[in-house]
């Protein structure tokens, strides 16, 4: 409930702070600030020091596993201000409120941390998506910006009456929005087979197609690369890291009661969707020229190692979408605000940067393997987690070998970067770079490789 | 904690070179931590029993920090700890751009090959098995010859893949495992059912087949050796192939052991098929680093074979053999290092005569090569009649036919040999002069290593009979 209340003040703060300050560049740290503060207020609430006390009628329940997820995606924003702050000021005319439309996402994802209704989903999912479909589109004078911005409404206005449909089919069947109550997973007696009505899983099945759709999962990710490159860099690195996240913690504590309805047709249906969305991926993301294109597509195929978590549902798979969310995030906004520095976009443009910027080199170097899954970084073991409760199931050992063959073709794309800056000639042209800056990524870096080798320094948190 | 020191002293040290201003102290700096390497690993040789280091990890996963260094280990990472300083040694006077990033890396590699040996995890295992690559990426890729990028790429993504097979490999058998542990011992006493073993062993031995390299996977290792700069290449064939050998010994046999009684003759037919392969392919080359990386299949096919047959002379004759086959090849890539350096071609066509102009390097090298050839009296002699012996207790007629491999390959070095260093002088060996002081050290304690280990090799079959014995023990 903190984080709520806490992201819609300070978003609407953020929007005076607009008004009443003439200096643009106090506004970074006025966000950071703010940003400190809201994930103190979750902490607050994750370790039952203070709670803001609201009666939502069990709308909303908040369980450990949800703040901390929540704290994530606060820190995880925190570091994307810290190290593309001044980049954002610099997209248009409107700094205050791009912050403050960053705070409303990040309010849309605390009530996705928390719904136990199937109403507080939506309304989740609507405040998490509306700020960015204008984020998006914040490039208003770029023609691609604006085309982007207008396809990713109209398709997430689209999604958004399929789930609407859905939760009304299933308002229908059991009476209930209720994600957890007892009608809704409607099991006769404890332990016999939930039977369901036809409507039932037709408003089930529509929801899993909606929440494909916001986790970009094949073949609903249409709209995934046109936005990831049409919209400013700086804010396609938050959808492709924060805002992904969070839509595969809601698709997990949806589908965590609700796929027992569907029966064994739920793995068959889920492993047809995890094979089309690595495919997709990994195979579409080998052919492009663009990095940030590259990095929309790769950004479905992690999705497709991330919807390992619903097919397995256990423990593990609990553990690993934290981890998962949080290696993914870290490395894609390490390499996302190294890209933003770059004068040119395709794989080019990366040639030389380890002679003229050796730090960048080396800090997107470890993001790169990150992203690919290398040992000694967190990607790794967000990789082994998502494998190993699979495996921990007892069955579907055959598309753990798939998932790993693909997990060698997406080598191939990221290692071209990797080959491209250290191993190709050419002079990259950057746009001015701190040293502030450079030290936010060796920051990142560190912390990609400290979880590398010590997972359980994150994970501890979560068992306090 | 002498485990603990073998690999934290190339990691600390490597890291601190990586970090440091390119300069000509990185090159001392880089050999003064071999040595100590070195020295450690001789201590460990001299000290009776297995060490052993255990500290908590990943409580979480059930994986420990833990190290075991028994026989086989010391004999490894002997092998590992002489390589660095020959190397370094061997290629003093080349001097490459951005010096202190290679012997950094270098140095990491040489961490990640010793924890391959030293880990008793199989968790820590793939960290450390991964670890020894990523630097070789790197090293092949920056300072390789010409078509490196491509070439290193292929290596990395083969043995990539059968990487991540490895670890679907190792998660199903820690899933198996009664305490869910990733420890050594749980993992021998998984009791995999039959079936199950099969997916396991084919899960792991294609990575291990890909890492030696065994015939059909080894098309990566002629270009990547030929491409690599030569101080890559040395420890690509003497020491990194052997983690692949290492790996079937220590994780695969216990492992699985009927998968590996089922399929020894498919296995077995494999290797002898790729040594005979390689042989003929090695006879028709005309780069002298093309023909010792045929030559290198071809060894390493027969210490395979040897493994698979499942007795005790056999894999006693490979473990000896994986001591000495490092010892021999890094000898003749010395050579061919040399060579290329000074007359500016590998190629023997265009070479002749050459004893003429160096006399000891040709003496140093006609005895390397006779060892690669296995007479006796060289230390290769010992291990391959050991394994010839194993092979023929299997079946005969796969004896006979990989016994085919040791004509060939005295056709194809004696010709090298011959085209080389005898025959007429011809227009650009003129230019040749003696080899330096320093090469000539290291090549001459490289011979002696060869003469000493094929007149006396009893102290290394001594070494390694407790992990010889613990395998059959166990049976």
């Given at each position: 409930?903190?984080?709520?209340?806490?992201?819609?003040?300070?978003?609407?703060?953020?929007?005076?702070?607009?008004?009443?300050?003439?200096?643009?560049?106090?506004?970074?740290?006025?966000?950071?600030?703010g940003l400190?503060?809201?994930?103190?207020?979750?902490?607050?609430?994750?370790y039952?020091?203070?709670?803001?006390?609201?009666?939502?009628?069990?709308?909303?329940?908040?369980?450990?596993?949800?703040?901390?997820?929540?704290?994530?995606?606060?820190?995880?924003?925190?570091?994307?201000?810290?190290?593309?702050?001044?980049?954002?000021e610099?997209?248009g005319?409107?700094?205050?409120?791009?912050?403050?439309?960053?705070?409303?996402?990040?309010?849309?994802?605390?009530?996705?941390?928390?719904?136990?209704?199937?109403?507080?989903?939506f309304?989740?999912?609507?405040?998490?998506?509306?700020?960015?479909?204008?984020l998006?589109?914040?490039?208003?004078?770029?023609?691609?910006?604006?085309?982007a911005?207008?396809?990713?409404?109209?398709?997430?206005?689209?999604?958004?009456?399929?789930?609407?449909?859905?939760?009304?089919?299933?308002?229908?069947?059991?009476?209930?929005?209720?994600?957890?109550?007892?009608?809704?997973?409607?099991?006769?007696?404890?332990?016999?087979?939930?039977?369901?009505?036809?409507?039932?899983?037709?408003g089930?099945?529509?929801?899993f197609?909606?929440?494909?759709?916001?986790?970009?999962?094949?073949?609903?990710?249409?709209?995934?690369?046109?936005?990831?490159?049409?919209?400013?860099?700086v804010?396609?690195?938050?959808?492709?890291?924060?805002?992904?996240?969070?839509?595969?913690?809601?698709?997990?504590?949806?589908?965590?009661?609700?796929?027992?309805?569907?029966?064994?047709?739920?793995?068959?249906?889920?492993?047809f969707?995890?094979?089309?969305?690595?495919?997709?991926g990994?195979?579409t993301?080998?052919?492009?020229?663009?990095?940030?294109?590259?990095?929309?597509?790769?950004?479905?195929?992690?999705?497709?190692?991330?919807?390992?978590?619903?097919?397995?549902?256990?423990?593990?798979?609990?553990?690993?979408?934290?981890?998962?969310?949080?290696?993914?995030?870290?490395?894609?906004?390490?390499?996302?605000?190294?890209?933003?520095?770059?004068?040119?976009?395709t794989?080019?443009?990366?040639?030389?940067?380890?002679?003229?910027?050796?730090?960048?080199?080396?800090?997107?170097?470890?993001c790169?393997?990150?992203?690919?899954?290398?040992?000694?970084?967190?990607?790794?073991?967000?990789?082994?987690?998502?494998?190993?409760s699979?495996?921990k199931?007892?069955?579907?050992?055959?598309?753990?070998?798939?998932?790993?063959?693909?997990?060698?073709?997406?080598?191939?794309?990221?290692?071209?970067?990797?080959?491209?800056?250290?191993?190709?000639?050419?002079v990259?042209?950057?746009?001015?770079?701190?040293?502030?800056?450079?030290?936010?990524?060796?920051?990142?870096?560190?912390?990609?490789?400290?979880?590398?080798?010590?997972?359980?320094?994150?994970?501890?948190?979560?068992?306090? | 904690?002498?485990p603990?020191?073998?690999?934290?002293?190339?990691?600390l040290?490597?890291?601190?070179?990586?970090?440091?201003?390119?300069?000509?102290?990185?090159?001392?700096?880089?050999?003064?931590?071999?040595?100590?390497?070195?020295?450690?690993?001789?201590m460990?040789?001299?000290?009776?029993?297995?060490?052993?280091?255990?500290?908590?990890?990943?409580?979480?996963?059930?994986?420990?920090?833990?190290?075991?260094?028994?026989?086989?280990?010391?004999?490894?990472?002997?092998?590992?700890?002489?390589?660095?300083?020959?190397v370094?040694?061997?290629?003093?006077?080349?001097?490459y751009?951005?010096?202190?990033?290679?012997?950094?890396?270098?140095?990491?590699?040489?961490?990640?090959l010793?924890?391959?040996?030293?880990?008793s995890?199989?968790?820590?295992?793939?960290?450390?098995?991964?670890l020894?690559?990523?630097?070789?990426?790197?090293?092949?890729?920056?300072?390789?010859?010409?078509?490196?990028?491509?070439?290193?790429?292929?290596f990395?993504v083969?043995?990539f893949?059968?990487?991540?097979?490895?670890?679907?490999?190792?998660?199903?058998?820690?899933?198996?495992?009664a305490?869910?542990?990733?420890?050594?011992?749980?993992?021998?006493?998984?009791?995999?059912?039959?079936?199950?073993?099969?997916?396991?062993?084919?899960?792991?031995?294609?990575?291990?087949?890909?890492?030696?390299?065994?015939?059909?996977?080894?098309?990566?290792?002629p270009?990547?050796?030929?491409?690599?700069?030569?101080?890559?290449?040395?420890?690509?064939?003497?020491?990194?192939?052997?983690?692949?050998?290492?790996a079937?010994?220590?994780?695969l046999?216990?492992?699985?052991?009927q998968?590996?009684?089922?399929?020894?003759?498919?296995?077995?037919?494999?290797?002898?098929?790729?040594?005979?392969?390689?042989?003929?392919?090695?006879?028709?080359?005309?780069?002298?680093?093309?023909?010792?990386?045929?030559?290198?299949?071809?060894?390493?096919?027969?210490?395979?074979?040897?493994i698979?047959?499942?007795?005790?002379?056999?894999?006693?004759?490979?473990?000896?053999?994986?001591?000495?086959?490092?010892?021999?090849?890094i000898?003749?890539?010395?050579?061919?290092?040399?060579?290329?350096?000074?007359?500016?071609?590998?190629?023997?066509?265009?070479?002749g005569?050459?004893?003429?102009?160096?006399?000891?390097?040709?003496?140093?090298?006609?005895?390397?090569a006779?060892?690669?050839?296995?007479?006796?009296?060289?230390?290769?002699?010992?291990?391959?009649?050991?394994?010839f012996?194993?092979?023929?207790?299997?079946?005969?007629w796969?004896?006979?036919?990989?016994?085919?491999?040791?004509?060939?390959a005295?056709?194809?070095?004696?010709?090298?040999?011959?085209?080389?260093?005898?025959?007429?002088?011809?227009?650009?060996?003129?230019?040749?002069?003696?080899?330096s002081?320093?090469?000539?050290?290291?090549?001459?304690?490289?011979?002696?290593?060869?003469?000493?280990?094929?007149?006396?090799?009893?102290?290394?079959?001594?070494?390694?009979?407790?992990?010889?014995?613990?395998?059959?023990?166990?049976?």
């Amino acid at each position: 409930m903190n984080a709520i209340i806490v992201s819609a003040l300070l978003g609407v703060v953020m929007m005076f702070s607009g008004i009443l300050l003439k200096n643009k560049s106090s506004l970074k740290y006025i966000a950071i600030g703010g940003l400190l503060v809201l994930l103190i207020a979750n902490l607050f609430q994750t370790y039952g020091v203070y709670t803001i006390v609201v009666n939502s009628h069990d709308l909303l329940r908040f369980q450990k596993f949800g703040l901390f997820f929540n704290s994530i995606a606060i820190t995880a924003t925190m570091i994307y201000v810290i190290l593309s702050g001044k980049d954002i000021e610099n997209v248009g005319n409107y700094p205050a409120e791009y912050f403050a439309l960053i705070f409303f996402v990040l309010c849309g994802v605390s009530i996705l941390c928390g719904f136990n209704s199937l109403l507080m989903l939506f309304l989740g999912i609507e405040i998490l998506s509306i700020p960015l479909y204008i984020l998006t589109g914040a490039d208003k004078r770029n023609l691609k910006s604006n085309e982007a911005s207008l396809k990713y409404f109209l398709m997430g206005a689209f999604t958004a009456g399929i789930m609407l449909m859905g939760i009304a089919l299933i308002y229908g069947a059991t009476g209930s929005f209720g994600i957890t109550s007892p009608v809704f997973i409607n099991t006769p007696t404890p332990g016999s087979a939930p039977k369901a009505s036809f409507l039932e899983i037709a408003g089930v099945l529509l929801l899993f197609v909606a929440m494909c759709f916001k986790v970009s999962a094949a073949p609903f990710h249409f709209w995934t690369p046109d936005v990831y490159d049409g919209a400013p860099s700086v804010f396609t690195s938050f959808m492709a890291t924060v805002v992904k996240a969070a839509g595969f913690f809601a698709f997990i504590r949806l589908m965590e009661g609700q796929s027992a309805i569907l029966g064994p047709t739920w793995k068959i249906l889920l492993s047809f969707v995890i094979i089309a969305t690595l495919l997709i991926g990994n195979i579409t993301a080998v052919f492009q020229q663009s990095v940030k294109r590259m990095l929309a597509y790769s950004s479905i195929a992690q999705a497709g190692f991330m919807l390992f978590a619903l097919y397995s549902f256990n423990d593990v798979a609990k553990e690993g979408i934290l981890l998962y969310a949080s290696a993914y995030s870290l490395a894609t906004i390490g390499i996302f605000a190294v890209l933003i520095k770059l004068k040119d976009y395709t794989l080019d443009g990366f040639n030389g940067l380890a002679k003229t910027e050796p730090v960048l080199a080396l800090t997107a170097t470890i993001c790169l393997l990150s992203l690919s899954g290398i040992p000694l970084t967190a990607g790794f073991f967000a990789k082994y987690y998502m494998l190993a409760s699979v495996v921990k199931t007892g069955s579907g050992l055959w598309l753990v070998i798939v998932a790993v063959l693909f997990a060698a073709v997406s080598v191939y794309y990221y290692f071209r970067v990797i080959q491209a800056m250290y191993f190709r000639e050419g002079v990259s042209e950057t746009t001015e770079i701190t040293s502030g800056f450079k030290t936010g990524l060796i920051f990142v870096a560190a912390l990609i490789v400290l979880i590398g080798v010590l997972p359980s320094l994150l994970l501890n948190y979560f068992y306090f | 904690m002498i485990p603990l020191l073998l690999i934290l002293i190339p990691l600390l040290s490597g890291l601190a070179v990586f970090l440091l201003k390119d300069s000509p102290s990185t090159k001392s700096l880089a050999l003064v931590s071999s040595l100590a390497t070195l020295v450690l690993s001789l201590m460990a040789v001299f000290t009776k029993g297995a060490l052993t280091y255990d500290a908590a990890w990943l409580p979480g996963l059930g994986s420990r920090f833990s190290l075991l260094q028994d026989g086989m280990s010391k004999m490894l990472s002997l092998l590992t700890a002489i390589s660095f300083p020959v190397v370094f040694a061997a290629t003093y006077k080349n001097v490459y751009q951005r010096s202190s990033a290679f012997y950094g890396l270098m140095l990491l590699t040489q961490a990640g090959l010793l924890g391959v040996f030293l880990a008793s995890d199989a968790l820590l295992f793939y960290f450390f098995w991964e670890l020894a690559l990523i630097p070789v990426y790197f090293l092949c890729s920056i300072w390789g010859g010409e078509k490196r990028i491509a070439v290193t790429f292929k290596f990395f993504v083969y043995t990539f893949i059968g990487s991540l097979l490895m670890l679907v490999g190792l998660l199903y058998v820690y899933a198996q495992t009664a305490d869910h542990s990733f420890a050594m011992q749980s993992f021998y006493h998984a009791n995999l059912p039959g079936h199950a073993q099969g997916a396991v062993f084919a899960l792991f031995f294609i990575a291990f087949a890909i890492k030696m390299p065994i015939f059909p996977f080894h098309t990566w290792q002629p270009d990547a050796y030929e491409q690599s700069p030569t101080a890559v290449t040395m420890i690509l064939s003497g020491v990194m192939v052997k983690m692949g050998i290492f790996a079937v010994i220590r994780w695969l046999l216990p492992m699985v052991p009927q998968a590996v009684h089922g399929h020894s003759m498919f296995v077995v037919i494999l290797s002898v098929t790729g040594m005979i392969y390689a042989s003929l392919i090695a006879i028709r080359q005309d780069d002298i680093k093309r023909l010792i990386a045929y030559s290198s299949i071809a060894h390493i096919g027969l210490m395979c074979a040897a493994i698979f047959v499942q007795n005790q002379i056999g894999l006693e004759g490979v473990m000896i053999q994986m001591f000495n086959h490092g010892i021999n090849v890094i000898g003749l890539w010395i050579v061919a290092d040399v060579i290329e350096q000074q007359l500016g071609t590998r190629k023997y066509s265009e070479l002749g005569g050459l004893a003429l102009k160096a006399p000891v390097l040709a003496i140093l090298f006609v005895i390397m090569a006779l060892a690669n050839v296995a007479l006796p009296l060289t230390n290769a002699f010992v291990g391959e009649f050991l394994m010839f012996n194993g092979l023929f207790q299997f079946n005969g007629w796969v004896a006979a036919i990989a016994g085919i491999s040791i004509i060939l390959a005295a056709v194809y070095t004696l010709n090298m040999i011959q085209k080389i260093f005898y025959g007429n002088m011809v227009e650009k060996t003129l230019v040749a002069v003696e080899v330096s002081g320093n090469v000539q050290w290291v090549l001459s304690i490289l011979v002696i290593v060869v003469l000493v280990m094929g007149v006396y090799p009893q102290p290394m079959i001594e070494l390694t009979k407790d992990t010889v014995s613990a395998i059959f023990a166990n049976r």
